[in-house]
């Protein structure tokens, strides 16, 4: 996103993994905080910016994802600790040990 003419914003491309309707929101949101900033974007502005860009850009329930999509969150989760929680700092998975999956379905005597 850049300047473009008089208060005009030029969006020249967004992150694939965006929907038409998660960008139009996100450029809009980007915008306002951009004209809120009045240009002075401060660290802990840009900051809550990508924060909001990543929120917004997250899988959610009930999303329809391809089964490479899916495989390559699990990569991503195995690989990264930091990709296990949200921008919120909310855990987004959890590892259970065989037991307490055994214990959770009853398995265990």
């Known amino acids: 996103m850049e300047e473009f003419g008089d208060g ?17 929101e996100i450029v809009e949101q980007t915008a306002h905080d ?8 401060t660290p802990h502005a ?3 910016l990508l924060h909001s860009v990543a929120c917004k850009s997250a899988v959610r329930a009930n999303d ?16 990264d600790e930091n990709a296990r929680y949200c921008p919120h700092g909310r855990p987004v998975a959890r590892s259970f040990s ?5 214990k959770l379905f009853g398995r265990l005597g």
Not at 8 to 24: F, K, N, T, Y
Not at 64 to 79: A, F, G, H, Y
């Open 8 to 24: 005009d914003l030029l969006v020249r491309e967004v992150p694939v993994m965006l929907s038409g309707a998660q960008i139009r």
């Open 34 to 41: 951009l004209s809120q900033h009045k240009k002075d974007m």
């Open 46 to 48: 840009l900051d809550d």
């Open 64 to 79: 329809k994802n391809t089964v490479p999509e899916l495989w390559e969150i699990v990569q991503l989760l195995q690989e």
């Open 98 to 102: 065989r037991r307490e999956l055994e």
